[in-house]
């Protein structure tokens, strides 16, 4: 096991609402990655934070916002939810140095939008 | 951005077989990452190569960053039915954060 958990492990809502993931990092570990991950598809970037502040953004719109914790852990905020943001939501974390390229994945958090 | 393509996407063999699949990309990447992922559940990290012409072994699994640093190659060894899964290869893109490109994933499916 990474030590990397997320919560929680599923989530229903509905469109429109507004939804809060969270993730507690690895020992060690100050930069966390939030990937969505809808079916059959791999592991999309959103964001990283390292040491709390954003470190990088992908093609995800605002409404996806995040934090980062002064111990590391992290949420993953998104508002006014759509159909498509049904997905399976990973954080992922790494350590400093070289160790940053190696990414370790939590469980991932099944968010269902109805 | 920079994209990784993976093959094969899917594999269907018998238990006791070895299973090969690879990662290309038009571009270098300076490191290389492996996970194998089960339904539902997370990405977990099978092996992580650092250096160009790295060869790598975890159990019955053997990872190669290749010379060119635009390809890498994953080998199980002795197939097991514990072995199902989707294969992804992964790399940190070169500029700004560590994101990582993720392939398309190898699914591999083992008859007994």
Same mark, same amino acid.
């Given at each position: 096991?990474?030590?990397?958990?997320?919560?929680?492990?599923?989530?229903?809502?509905?469109?429109?609402?507004?939804?809060?993931?969270?993730? *507690? &990092?690895?020992?060690?570990? =100050?930069?966390?990655?939030?990937?969505?991950? !809808? +079916?059959?598809?791999?592991?999309?970037?959103?964001?990283?934070?390292?040491?709390?502040?954003?470190?990088?953004?992908?093609?995800?719109?605002?409404?996806?916002?995040?934090?980062?914790?002064?111990?590391? *852990? &992290?949420?993953?905020?998104? =508002?006014?939810?759509?159909?498509?943001?049904? !997905? +399976?939501?990973?954080?992922?974390?790494?350590?400093?140095?070289?160790?940053?390229?190696?990414?370790?994945?939590?469980?991932?958090?099944?968010?269902?939008?109805? | 951005?920079?994209?990784?393509?993976?093959?094969?996407?899917?594999?269907?063999?018998?238990?006791?077989?070895?299973?090969?699949?690879?990662?290309?990309?038009?571009?270098?990447?300076?490191?290389?990452?492996?996970?194998?992922?089960?339904?539902?559940?997370?990405?977990?990290?099978?092996?992580?190569?650092?250096?160009?012409?790295?060869?790598?072994?975890?159990?019955?699994?053997?990872?190669?960053?290749?010379?060119?640093?635009?390809?890498?190659?994953?080998?199980?060894?002795?197939?097991?039915?514990?072995?199902?899964?989707?294969?992804?290869?992964?790399?940190?893109?070169?500029?700004?954060?560590?994101?990582?490109?993720?392939?398309?994933?190898?699914?591999?499916?083992?008859?007994?």
């Amino acid at each position: 096991e990474t030590g990397v958990t997320q919560s929680p492990t599923h989530l229903i809502k509905t469109r429109g609402q507004q939804v809060t993931l969270r993730c *507690s &990092s690895q020992s060690g570990h =100050n930069t966390v990655s939030w990937y969505q991950q !809808a +079916l059959g598809q791999g592991p999309q970037f959103i964001f990283q934070y390292y040491r709390e502040e954003e470190n990088g953004r992908g093609n995800f719109p605002p409404r996806f916002s995040g934090l980062q914790f002064p111990n590391y *852990s &992290s949420e993953l905020n998104v =508002n006014a939810l759509e159909l498509d943001d049904s !997905a +399976l939501y990973l954080c992922a974390t790494a350590g400093g140095g070289r160790a940053r390229d190696t990414q370790y994945f939590g469980p991932g958090t099944r968010l269902t939008v109805l | 951005g920079q994209q990784l393509n993976q093959s094969p996407q899917s594999m269907f063999i018998q238990e006791g077989e070895d299973v090969s699949m690879n990662c290309t990309s038009s571009s270098i990447f300076n490191t290389w990452l492996w996970y194998k992922q089960d339904p539902g559940e997370g990405p977990v990290l099978l092996i992580a190569l650092y250096k160009a012409g790295e060869l790598t072994s975890n159990g019955r699994l053997t990872a190669q960053f290749g010379i060119t640093r635009k390809d890498s190659f994953l080998n199980i060894s002795a197939s097991i039915p514990s072995d199902v899964g989707i294969y992804f290869c992964a790399g940190p893109e070169l500029q700004g954060a560590q994101k990582l490109v993720f392939g398309q994933g190898t699914r591999l499916t083992i008859n007994p």
